[in-house]
């Protein structure tokens, strides 16, 4: 084999391996309708491409560096601006606040302590949404906080230096933008762990914990590589989720078991969550009187702390520090809100039919007597007041004067269903949500 014909042999060898490593599909697909489509193979002679290539040419250019003073120049003259966004917390000083928005700005930070607007709207308001606009040089340029007025319409203060570099404060109200957000993730220790790496609001993981409370015990049931994909709602603020809105649909994938839900609601009836199969996910009841809390004492005979001894413990207790919000676990009427001997402060709800429950040693009670309630709806705050040893919530429910272990009761109180009307809409529905939801799940872990 001549020179020529190895060299041409070297290119082809490869152009061909080029093919194959980017194009495997094309370059299988080819070779298996050749040998599909033919019996055999011939093998073609060669010609020298020498006579058909162009003669070579030599090509000498000077090349000459450019000034290096020039560019350093130029990068001198360039000029940009630095964003940074971080959440405002209830110790936060206007330093503090600085150090981590990356500004460095005595001015500014003068201004900032002595403004009325700013301390009294801001500065020890934990929760808000700060952006910080500073110069290349770490000055601060523009700074702007956000929060919720109501629930249509946020505020936004704005402190902005002018061309003499002086500082202004205004305060604008603009509306919130409902939106549509997904997300997935994996457990690798707990859930909520999970959400904060998957950058999902905390109460996307409450809302999650509470949809699914009968089939997944969030405490000691998850197990590392369980898989979750959420839609869920926000609502904006300059394009940044300012409130986390409703759970549309989500699947969880725990120990292998998948179970899934979707928020539907038939015209003139209360939304509900159903798992894909239209199976109502929702009871009557809520199971807990309050948010991912822990039972630290069931309905069975106990040692009672106080009385030093054995008696029958009628409700559930929960622990939780003081503060937390509790909740009414279904519609009701308030029938009594105060103080009750042993159970300090203390609200009753009566939810008809015979149904009551007690909510008992509250550190503060956010209901009156007479007062109509809904579901999830506050009703006052845990603490440790009668005879109780800490801060916690005794709950107890009751049918009919008789005391019911309130977790049992839950688990067999009502569903809600579907009509035969609503059917072809929600499986609708639920076409629509499973494309959604594997978008979430695809996304994550090609992320990954």
Same mark, same amino acid.
């Given at each position: 084999m001549t020179p020529a014909m190895k060299a041409a042999a070297g290119r082809f060898v490869s152009r061909a391996a080029h093919m194959l490593e980017h194009h495997p599909k094309q370059v299988t697909l080819a070779v298996a309708a050749l040998l599909l489509g033919a019996g055999s193979i011939a093998v073609a002679s060669i010609e020298d491409p020498a006579d058909s290539l162009p003669p070579a040419r030599q090509v000498v250019e000077d090349v000459v560096p450019a000034s290096l003073t020039a560019q350093s120049e130029a990068l001198g003259a360039f000029s940009y601006n630095l964003y940074r966004s971080d959440t405002m917390r209830g110790s936060d000083t206007v330093e503090s606040l600085f150090s981590r928005l990356g500004v460095t700005d005595a001015a500014a930070a003068a201004y900032l302590r002595t403004d009325p607007t700013f301390r009294t709207r801001v500065l020890g308001r934990g929760g808000q949404m700060v952006t910080a606009e500073a110069s290349d040089k770490h000055a601060l340029v523009k700074l702007t906080a956000r929060w919720a007025s109501d629930d249509a319409n946020f505020q936004r203060l704005v402190v902005e230096r002018n061309a003499q570099g002086q500082f202004t404060t205004r305060v604008e109200t603009a509306p919130l933008v409902p939106n549509v957000r997904l997300g997935s993730g994996t457990i690798y220790s707990n859930?909520? /762990? $999970?959400?904060? !790496?998957?950058?999902?609001?905390?109460? @996307? $993981?409450?809302?999650?914990a509470e949809? %699914?409370?009968?089939?997944?015990? %969030?405490?000691?049931g998850l197990r590392k590589g369980d898989r979750f994909s959420v839609v869920y709602e926000t609502l904006d603020a300059d394009g940044e989720p300012l409130r986390t809105g409703k759970v549309l649909s989500t699947e969880f994938t725990n120990a292998g078991k998948q179970v899934n $839900?979707?928020? %539907?609601? !038939?015209?003139g009836k209360k939304g509900a969550y159903f798992d894909f199969a239209g199976k109502s996910l929702e009871r009557m009841f809520l199971a807990s009187p309050m948010e991912f809390s822990r039972v630290t004492s069931g309905f069975a005979m106990r040692f009672h702390p106080i009385l030093n001894q054995w008696r029958a413990h009628k409700g559930v207790d929960y622990g939780a520090p003081t503060g937390t919000a509790v909740r009414a676990v279904g519609d #009701?009427? @308030? !029938?009594? /809100? #105060?103080?009750?001997?042993?159970? #300090?402060?203390?609200?009753? @709800?009566d939810h008809g039919k015979g149904a009551v429950t007690l909510y008992g040693h509250l550190s503060r009670v956010n209901v009156k007597r007479g007062e109509k309630v809904a579901r999830s709806q506050n009703i006052g705050n845990v603490g440790a007041t009668g005879w109780a040893t800490g801060p916690h919530l005794h709950f107890e429910f009751r049918e009919n004067g008789i005391h019911k272990d309130p977790l049992t009761v839950v688990r067999n109180s009502p569903t809600v269903e579907l009509t035969a009307q609503a059917r072809p809409k929600f499986e609708e529905s639920v076409r629509n949500v499973r494309l959604v939801l594997d978008a979430a799940s695809t996304s994550h872990l090609a992320s990954r």
């Open positions: 859930l909520f /762990a $999970a959400v904060d !790496e998957s950058r999902i609001p905390d109460g @996307v $993981a409450i809302q999650m949809i %699914f409370s009968g089939a997944i015990d %969030f405490h000691r $839900a979707v928020w %539907f609601q !038939e015209p #009701g009427v @308030v !029938e009594f /809100a #105060g103080w009750q001997n042993g159970y #300090g402060n203390v609200v009753i @709800v």
